[in-house]
Each structure stands twice: as C-alpha cells, then as structure tokens.
C-alpha cells in the first residue's frame, strides 16, 4: 500500500509579464511505507519546490498530496500544523537551520515538546539521551553551541532534532551536500540505519546521483519539474532508459567508483 501519494502535483510561481516558472510540473509518484525513495536531477529543476509543496510549506497550483490515504491538500491550517509533526525535513546546511543561540539541550529539548508538551526533569534528560545516542552523539556535548561542532556533528544535532517529533515521514533535502566525502558516507549509513531502525519513510534528495544510489531503494529522476524515470535503484543504475538519467550517470566522477 502506498504511504505517500502525489497526484498530478504542480507548482507554478508566477512571473510579472511573462510565463510562469513550472517548478513543479505534473509529478505523480507513490511512495510505499518503510522505503528510501531517491529524487535526484540538477539544480534548478524542482526538488527542493517538491518537498515543501509535499511539507505543505507552499501551496500547490494543481493536483494532491495524500499521507496514509489522508487527502493533506484539503486540511486548514491547524490539521496541517498538527500533521506536520508526522513529517520532518533536514537540510543541506544545518549551520543555517539550527538556532546559534542554542545549545544542544535546548534544540532538542524544544524539538521534544513539540509533540510531548510536558516533558521535563529526568523523562526529559532521557528523551534526549536516546536520541544523542540513536545519532551517535556523546551526552557530554549536550550544553555545546552548534558553532562548536564540526559539519558532520552539526548534521547529527539536525538529525537527532528532526526525529525527536517522531515523524513518520522524513524529506531530506541534499543533506551530504556540504559535507566532506568521507563524512558522508557516515551520515549516509546514519539515515539508512534509522529509517530500518525507526519505521521510517524517506525522500532523500540529492543532485548527485552516486550518493542517492548508496541509500535508496527506488530513485525518481527529476528534470525540469517532472519525473522522467522511476525505477530501482540497481535496475535504473544499470539500465537507464531515459537520455537525461544516461547523462547523469555519465556525469558521476570516476573517483568514486573506486569506493
Ligand atoms: N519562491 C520562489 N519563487 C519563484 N521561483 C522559485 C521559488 N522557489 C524556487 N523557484 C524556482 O523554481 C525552480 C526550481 O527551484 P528548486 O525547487 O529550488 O530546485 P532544486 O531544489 O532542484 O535546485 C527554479 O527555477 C527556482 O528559481
Ligand atoms: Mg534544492
């Protein structure tokens, strides 16, 4: 059964005297409960767009989203509010989407509240010593600044932050991007491991396809607001049928195929 259902989804913003930009261009998709869907294609063609349309952070021009055959295009705000603790995004920079004011106790502990408003005392140290511990932070940087920490442990922190909700569904949205290659294979198997852990479901975003391949089980290629190939991820590594995935694969650095 399909746990995410896109139907027809368009999301056009519009431009002063001219044609509309079609970030969003007509993407059907399904995504089954439990699995890591890879969406990959350039900058510029629409993916960041589709997870905050998916996120209901921008409201589609056309077409609907459906989360465990619950139709969220329909919802208002407040059902939407509540719902979006269900689904949790993480970012490229998490220098940028966590508060520098902030220690770790505190992201976390708000994040916590969220869904437990009176989380407090020792339930509280708890709470966030399982999730420092699930993304394998020691409890001792737990009153450390995010500036004090290095890009890897940053995304950890955003990581621990986007779980303590407990979220059904996770959109990540490029976030190995700026990390070093060998981190991020770290925080690669970090995501694989919770999604298997946890129940999760996941989109993971990428434009490069050699890191989407590593993590998802089915890869949707993205080009210029559409889908244009959606398949397993060995099988559509190996037989691409569209010119534009062919030209993605061609375009993976060699170096990494010694990895
Ligand atoms: N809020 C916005 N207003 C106008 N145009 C936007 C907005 N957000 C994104 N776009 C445009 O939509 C297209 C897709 O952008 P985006 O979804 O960020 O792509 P990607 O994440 O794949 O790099 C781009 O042409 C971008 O300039
Ligand atoms: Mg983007």
């Known amino acids: 059964m399909s746990y995410l259902q896109l139907i027809d989804l368009k999301t056009h913003f519009p431009v002063k005297n001219s044609e509309p930009i079609k970030a969003v261009d007509g993407v059907s998709l399904e995504i089954v409960k439990g699995e890591i869907l890879g969406l990959v294609g350039e900058s510029g063609c629409g993916k960041s767009t589709l997870s905050r349309t998916v996120m209901q952070l921008i409201a589609p021009t056309g077409g609907r989203v459906i989360l ?46 969220t869904r437990q408003p009176h989380l407090k005392d020792g339930k509280l140290n708890q709470a966030i010593a399982e999730l420092m511990e699930r993304v394998g932070l020691d409890w001792r940087y737990i009153r450390n600044y995010p500036h ?75 080009h210029f607001g559409k889908i244009v190939e ?3 991820s ?26």
């Open 234 to 259: 060995e099988q559509l590594m190996e037989n691409p049928s569209h010119d534009y995935t062919k030209e993605l694969l061609a375009a993976i650095p060699r170096i990494r195929d010694r990895t």
């Open 148 to 222: 004090e920490f290095s890009g890897g442990q940053r995304q950890r922190i955003a990581i621990a932050r986007a779980l303590a909700p407990q979220p059904k569904l996770i959109i990540a949205d490029e976030p190995v991007s700026a990390l070093d290659v060998s981190i991020q294979s770290q925080i690669l198997n970090l995501l694989k491991g919770l999604v298997a852990d946890l129940d999760l479901t996941m989109i993971f975003i990428s434009h490069d396809l050699s890191v989407v391949r590593y993590i998802a089980d089915r890869i949707a290629v993205m």
């Open 68 to 113: 465990n055959g619950e139709e969220l295009t329909s919802l208002n705000d407040d059902e939407v509010r509540r719902r979006r603790l269900d689904f949790q995004m993480i970012f490229q920079d998490p220098y940028a989407s966590l508060n520098p004011r902030m220690t770790v106790f505190s992201t976390l502990a708000e994040a916590l509240r």
């Open 230 to 232: 959606l398949g397993e």
